[in-house]
């Protein structure tokens, strides 16, 4: 069992930042990808960033390029979601995922994943 929990989440006005966090423990999760999602209020869940704890390896969802950076503290079995540029559209529910190793192409696809955290609240005010 992998367990993870988010923390981070907030409210900020347009234009602001915020850093997600998501604590890893358990086995054999340091050789996950670590992903993040995120679900908007009547939208399906969709794909931010992922990240793999061995290599830091990262990918991004096209809508968050440029604004948002992934990465990694492994002596914290953390990772993190650094979000600056922040627009009301990115209002959501931000959950951290991990899948086992796949390539990138796959990493966007929720299913993959094996193990969820609870989610952390982001809301962007105009």
């Known amino acids: 069992q992998v367990q993870l929990v988010e923390s981070g989440g907030g409210l900020v006005q347009s234009g602001g930042s915020l850093r997600l966090s998501c604590a890893a423990s358990g086995r054999t999760y340091s050789t996950y990808v670590m992903g993040w999602f995120r679900r908007a209020p009547g939208k399906e869940r969709e794909f931010v960033a992922g990240i793999t704890w061995t290599e830091g390896s990262t990918y991004y969802a096209d809508s968050v390029k440029g604004r948002f950076t992934i990465s990694k503290d492994n002596a914290k079995n953390t990772v993190y979601l650094q979000m600056n540029s922040l627009m009301p559209e990115d209002t959501a529910v931000y959950y951290c995922?991990?899948?086992?190793?796949?390539?990138?192409?796959?990493?966007?696809?929720?299913?993959?994943?094996?193990?969820w955290g609870h989610g952390t609240q982001v809301t962007v005010s105009s």
């Open positions: 995922a991990a899948r086992k190793p796949a390539p990138f192409v796959v990493w966007v696809a929720s299913k993959g994943y094996d193990y």
